[in-house]
């Protein structure tokens, strides 16, 4: 059975044949695609999307699938893909479309490297909405730390989960065989079939929790690593500064009339050294400037923007996850009680 996922004009269907082996069908305006896809293509997915927007959220999911249920797996892959959907730069990232549409093995699709420059011009095309202020990053730093600290306390809670669920499975089978025998007893005693049972669509209210938690562990890891990415664009500006630093060195020793040995062996003039080393220090003057203002556009998407938003949003979830377990959990129980009272009242009425 396929699920259909959309975004505006752009459908796509995915199979699941076999254990780790995704066939993905999708269509926009140019027309229909179809690939396979293993596992291990969504790792390198997510390793690539993560390499090519640092500093950004990136959809997590685990390297590895061994010990998640093949059920849960669909669900896994399924959300995976329609997060990155619903995120519009990810979703037209060459890295995606190629995931997407190109029939070639994934792991072996050759991606260009991007200059700084390039990567920079990029982030202000896509992110030109986000205003560029200077500001401590203090509550980006303490977010993260809250993250990490939460994502222990959940991952702790989830074996507590897990085990809850089983416990639940377990009493649903005992009380269906409990019912079975109350309804014969009953059954003798009032002459009549009054029957009480489980109801077929009982949903097992500690498995909703479950699936939540997974979820919110993939979501907070997701983040976290957005914000450890960073990492990447801060060694860029330090290896920049310091080469600025270096041709500036070089340059003010020539401007004072002093040339290294090599230089002398070269036999370049004065002017011709200066006019070399002017052109190299202005162009790492625009690297530097330009690594600047990623970095900026970075810090200030975070701080307004996305960790923000992915707070609300957590709350949000958590409150209508709250309103199923505890739906799950009601009707289930009222359902019983219902049967139960309507079993004493045929019996007290016979």
């Known amino acids: ?51 090519h927007w640092p500093g950004c959220y990136v959809p997590f999911i ?15 892959v399924e959300n995976y893909i329609i997060k990155i959907i619903s995120i519009a730069f990810l979703y037209r990232s060459v890295e995606f479309q190629y995931f997407l549409k190109d029939d070639r093995d994934y792991s072996k699709i050759p991606f260009d490297i991007e200059s700084i420059i390039d990567m920079s011009e990029r982030y202000q095309k896509v992110f030109s909405h986000v205003t560029i202020t200077d500001f401590d990053d203090e509550y980006i730093t303490d977010s993260e730390s809250n993250f990490e600290s939460n994502l222990s306390k ?17 009493y649903a089978r005992e009380l269906s065989m409990l019912f079975d025998n109350m309804n014969k007893v009953g059954k003798i005693l009032i002459d009549q079939e009054e029957v009480v049972t489980l109801r077929e669509e009982c949903i097992n209210p ?44 070089s340059y003010d020793k020539v401007a004072s009339g002093k040339k290294s040995l090599m230089q002398k062996l070269k036999g370049q003039s004065e002017e011709e050294i200066k006019s070399h080393l002017l052109e190299i220090l202005m162009e790492c003057k625009h690297e530097v400037e330009m690594i600047r203002i990623t970095e900026k556009i970075i810090n200030n998407r975070l701080a307004k ?28 129980f009222s359902s019983i009680i219902t049967q139960s009272k309507r079993m004493l009242y045929v019996h007290n009425n016979k």
């Open 305 to 332: 923007l996305e960790i923000p938003f992915f707070k609300k949003t957590r709350s949000f979830h958590f409150n209508k996850i709250m309103k199923a377990f505890l739906s799950a959990h009601n009707d289930e």
């Open 1 to 51: 059975m396929d699920t259909e996922l959309s975004q505006e004009n752009i459908k796509i269907s995915l199979s699941i044949p076999e254990r780790e082996l995704y066939i993905i069908k999708s269509e926009d305006s140019n027309g229909p695609y179809e690939v396979e896809r293993k596992y291990k293509d969504l790792i390198i997915l997510k390793r690539n999307l993560s390499n």
């Open 62 to 76: 685990p390297d590895s699938i061994v010990h998640i249920e093949e059920s849960d797996i669909r669900k896994l």
């Open 206 to 249: 500690y498995k909703i929790i479950q699936d939540w938690l997974n979820n919110e562990i993939y979501e907070v890891q997701g983040m976290i690593n957005a914000i450890k990415s960073r990492e990447k664009i801060v060694k860029l500006r330090i290896k920049a500064e310091y080469q600025l630093n270096e041709y500036q060195a």
């Open 154 to 170: 959940m991952q702790n809670f989830s074996t507590i989960c897990r085990q809850n669920s089983s416990n639940y499975e377990n």
